[in-house]
């Protein structure tokens, strides 16, 4: 079987080759992007569009005139580009969803986000033929598992990693530091931009608390990766790594502009952390990121998808 994947850059590419690589030998795997779709010419069984916006629409494109299922992937970026559409833009997207074989969603949240925002018709439609793949963790993690050596937090490291143009939503967490500072807890904020992988294990497994935050762009990735250095989560209620695992698990949801909530749930993390810990160590391998273990699932998604 054939499966053509239509990339926007080669992030999209390297995401998909965490599953690809470990699919059954039977699934031959071709790349292209949305405007490399059009002069296509190549047997193809299956196309998977790995963005709603763009790869999406050339995947339609391509599905009307040859007559080829296709697989839409949807990404937190694109309901941010649909959120923004006028109302009278916004059929000929849905339709791409409505009209695809199978949605893959990567998180809870864009499946509740869309509930509330597409027509009930069309979400009836879209979520008959939709199943959810949270993001798959490069397997250099889930080789290097590690847990935080049983600590108590008398020193609370807190990391946060992104490019420096994202520090702002850091505003409240800088609020509620002083807020503990005052009350003569001693805590640091060590922020990161994007390192190797070998750099920033080590950078991980020097700090207590990640910090995932950023309720616009919110990386699973990072999340999975600091669960897999035994680190607890702040992230932002509603995000994409809300709901993953039961509160308290993987850590704690938090409204990301109130420095009260997140100095609360900084003491709570650190008066708890040594059962934090023990529920981390349980997650452990973290199959649920793991491109082995999802393997098979997309090889049924595809089968599927041809019917």
């Known amino acids: 079987m054939i499966i053509l994947h239509i990339i926007s850059n080669e992030e999209d590419r390297a995401h998909a080759e965490r599953v690809t690589r470990y699919m059954s030998e039977t699934f031959e795997h071709?790349?292209?992007t949305p405007k490399e779709m059009a002069a296509y010419q190549g047997p193809v069984d299956v196309i998977h569009a790995h963005r709603w916006f763009g790869c999406g629409q050339?995947?339609?494109n391509y599905?009307?005139?040859k007559g080829v299922p296709y697989v839409v992937e949807v990404m937190q970026s694109d309901l941010d580009a649909y959120h923004k559409l006028f109302v009278f833009s916004k059929k000929g997207v849905e339709n791409v969803l409505a009209e695809a074989a199978r949605v893959v969603f990567t998180s809870q949240s864009q499946q509740e986000f869309l509930a509330r925002h597409l027509p009930s018709k069309t979400a009836d439609t879209v979520f008959f033929h939709s199943m959810m793949f949270l993001e798959a963790l490069d397997s250099f993690w889930l080789d290097n598992l590690h847990i935080h050596p049983p600590t108590a937090l008398v020193h609370i490291k807190l990391l946060y990693v992104g490019p420096s143009d994202s520090h702002h939503h850091l505003d409240a967490v800088?609020?509620?530091m002083k807020k503990l500072q005052r009350r003569?807890?001693?805590?640091?904020l060590t922020t990161v931009g994007d390192l190797a992988n070998e750099e920033l294990l080590e950078v991980y497994r020097k700090h207590d608390i990640f910090l995932q935050l950023d309720e616009k762009t919110?990386?699973?990735?990072r999340f999975a990766e600091a669960l897999s250095q035994g680190l607890p989560v702040l992230y932002a209620t509603d995000s994409a790594c809300d709901g993953i695992f039961k509160e308290g698990l993987a850590g704690y949801a938090v409204n990301p502009k109130s420095a009260d909530d997140?100095?609360?749930t900084i003491l709570n993390v650190s008066d708890l952390f040594g059962t934090i810990e023990?529920?981390?160590s349980r997650l452990h391998p973290l199959s649920l990121f793991d491109g082995r273990e999802q393997a098979s699932h997309y090889e049924h998604l595809y089968e599927n998808a041809a019917l």
């Open 278 to 280: 023990q529920h981390i």
């Open 63 to 65: 599905a009307a005139a």
């Open 262 to 264: 997140i100095a609360r």
């Open 184 to 188: 003569n807890y001693d805590i640091t």
């Open 218 to 221: 919110p990386s699973t990735q």
């Open 58 to 60: 050339a995947a339609a």
């Open 174 to 176: 800088h609020h509620a």
């Open 30 to 32: 071709q790349y292209v």
